[in-house]
């Protein structure tokens, strides 16, 4: 049975290096590293006095795990902005946080090698928890200078309205 609908030629699962990052109603530059999405929920274990030695489990709280941006460090200032506001240092007393709108919903597409939507993942409610602004800077290395937020959120869902694209074929000539 194949695992896509409208290709069903397609044997290979989606590639992780093509995506992109959106909020304020608008893709983010440069974004060049997602963590994964992840999600765990407690097991809670119950037994009656009656019952035989073994428990019952039930599910309790689910937890999202924060998910970590990270791009290459430029002159563009919405990683910092947002954390800003969260916390902005030297802003005056009760001005600290902005807490109004420090929560944003995100949205993490995911594309074809064709260059498709092929996915949609919706995280809502994030704010900033941690911002690298400036890495480990090294005289003799050769790495880019990588910028990060780590985003809390209470929760994510795959958005189903987004369907399976029908992937383009070519007629290569003979």
Known sequence: MSQFIVNPQRFDPYRNFKFQVRWDNRFVAGISK?????????????????????????????EYEPITLERGLTHDFEFVRWANKVWNYGAGLGMESSLADFRKDISIYVYNEAGQVALVYNVFRCWVSELTILPDLDANGEAVAIQSIQLQNEGWEQDYQEKEPKEPSFNIPA
Do not use: F, N, Q
Request: proline letters at 7%; hydrophobic letters at 20%.
């Open 34 to 62: 997602v963590s994964a999405l992840k999600r765990s929920t407690k097991v809670v274990e119950h037994r009656e006095g009656g019952d035989p030695s073994t428990s019952r489990k039930m599910p309790g709280r689910t």
